[in-house]
């Protein structure tokens, strides 16, 4: 099971950190990734940390703004979003599963509302 929190209301330019706990203790054994999903608009990947190569990677319009990291010892995933955009408003959701593609995830969190204006 994955639990969001820290999605709130913010101006554009400024920043929100997410967060995803875990309750199994051994989210090291999976990739992780940030999605996010607008109104009308599919689900897409904002951030993964794969599991395999150990390395992070963004979207274009993320990269530099956005940056994916965990702690393992408090099962814990995290979103740093800076410089956010109007556009940035979506749910977010925190994933787990083989790797970051949406058929390849086995679990996801309940979203957490992001808004930017």
């Known amino acids: 099971q994955l639990v969001e929190s820290g999605g709130r209301s913010v101006q554009a330019g400024g920043s929100l950190n997410l967060s995803c706990v875990a309750s199994?203790?051994?989210?090291?054994?999976?990739?992780l990734g940030w999605f996010r999903q607008a109104p009308g608009k599919e689900r897409e990947r904002v951030a993964c940390l794969h599991l395999e190569l150990n390395k992070t990677n963004y979207p274009d319009s993320e990269k530099g703004r956005f940056t994916i990291s965990r702690d393992a010892a408090k099962n814990t995933l995290y979103l740093q979003m800076n410089n956010l955009e109007p556009e940035d408003t979506a749910v977010y959701y925190c994933a787990a599963g083989r790797a970051c593609r949406i058929p390849e995830i086995d679990a996801w969190g309940q979203g957490t509302q992001v808004t930017v204006s």
């Open positions: 199994s203790n051994n989210i090291e054994n999976y990739s």
